[in-house]
């Protein structure tokens, strides 16, 4: 593996569900279940940074075989403590290297999750992984906000995503290394967190080498059409299926 993966969430795991917002509400979550259950059909699923189950518990509950790839120990082990949360088979390992046992209909890697990964060649092994788990057909779906910089005047930094009474929130971009400090502030505390972002021409690129092509795109679960305007977006990328007769 190139670069270094870090347990990023390890010290704030038993206050992440409540420092969730309006992302641990049923009305941005449901949208993502039914997305995904549609695309699994009677297939089972792989949640790559399954952390706390926000996603996995609900999408089991709709009767979806999920399995789950977590690096934090500790988040994982606040999804052991509700209800459901024992049933899903976990493995501790990161989304970049670490196999799971089996093929899946889709793999999928939600809440701007693929910028934890703070180099390239890590998001580019992530897809890689995430094919490896892939039946042929199978769907790679991510979600990721499209990256701010129209958005920041020459030479500023600091680009405020969120300011509501429940929560504050400041992206410090660095342009030259295509990366940010994403800055939370709110009742559960401050936190900050490294990221990498990268343009969804760019995921097409990772998609290619990994053997996927872009199936969907759309700018929120809901299947908006992506657009110029939109400030993030849903991305669902198609295994190569193989060829009928050689």
Not at 17 to 33: A, F, H, T
Request: with cysteine.
């Amino acid at each position: 593996m190139v670069g270094h993966v870090e347990d990023l969430f390890a010290p704030f795991a038993e206050r992440y569900d409540r420092s969730l917002g309006e992302m641990g509400e049923s009305s941005k979550i449901d949208p993502v279940v039914e997305v995904l259950a549609a695309l699994a059909g009677d297939g089972r699923v792989l949640e790559f940074a399954i952390g706390t189950g926000r996603i996995a518990l609900p999408l089991a509950a709709r009767g979806v075989p999920v399995a789950g790839i977590d690096l934090s120990e500790p988040m994982v082990a606040e999804l052991r403590k509700k209800p459901g949360g024992d049933e899903i088979p976990v493995t501790i390992g990161s989304m970049t290297s670490t196999r799971v046992e089996g093929s899946f209909r889709v793999v999928y890697l939600v809440y701007n999750t693929i910028g934890n990964l703070v180099s390239q060649d890590l998001q580019v092994e992530c897809f890689g992984n995430a094919a490896g788990h892939l039946e042929p057909g199978g769907c790679f779906v991510i979600e990721l906000e499209v990256p701010a910089l129209r958005r920041l005047p020459p030479g500023e930094r600091f680009v405020v995503f969120s300011a509501t009474e429940r929560h504050g929130g400041i992206d410090e971009y660095a342009p030259a290394t295509q990366t940010l400090v994403s800055h939370h502030y709110g009742s559960t505390g401050h936190s900050s967190m490294p990221f990498r972002y990268a343009w969804p021409a760019e995921l097409d690129l990772m998609a290619r080498l990994a053997g996927m092509r872009l199936r969907e795109r759309w700018a929120d679960w809901d299947r908006t059409p992506f657009t110029d305007e939109s400030t993030k977006h849903v991305s669902v990328w198609e295994k190569a299926q193989p060829p009928l007769c050689s």
